[in-house]
């Protein structure tokens, strides 16, 4: 599986952003996961979906503000972002996780978020 995120950009505090994930091959079986990464920090996951079924999870960072969902007849991800603070600045990336290991062995670049306050 091949990815390329987009979407990313300078927003202030409060403001919106959708990121936007192409992913090529077969995808039908894999887990999508929207991940980020700040200066000087890890990698943290922010959400994934399973493409099969829909179903989601959240960070606890990024519930109630952030919306994981995918267009099958588009193979897209996306992640629409709300209510966004200067601790949502990061490198986003989405990442594909297949059978049977699901583990994220696929990447996207990176896009980058940068919420002004």
């Known amino acids: 599986v091949q990815l390329q995120a987009s979407g990313g950009g300078l927003v202030q505090a409060g403001g919106s952003l959708r990121l936007s994930c192409a992913a090529s091959g077969r995808t039908s079986s894999y887990v999508m996961g929207w991940f980020r990464q700040a200066p000087g920090k890890e990698r943290e996951i922010v959400a994934a979906?399973?493409?099969?079924?829909?179903?989601?999870h959240y960070a606890d960072s990024v519930k109630g503000r952030f919306t994981i969902s995918r267009d099958n007849a588009k193979n897209m991800v996306y992640l629409q972002m709300n209510s966004l603070n200067p601790e949502d600045t990061a490198v986003y990336y989405c990442?594909?996780?297949?059978?049977?290991?699901?583990?994220?062995?696929?990447w996207g670049q990176g896009t980058l978020v940068t919420v002004s306050s």
């Open positions: 979906i399973r493409w099969s079924g829909g179903s989601t």
């Open positions: 990442a594909a996780a297949g059978a049977p290991s699901y583990e994220y062995d696929s």
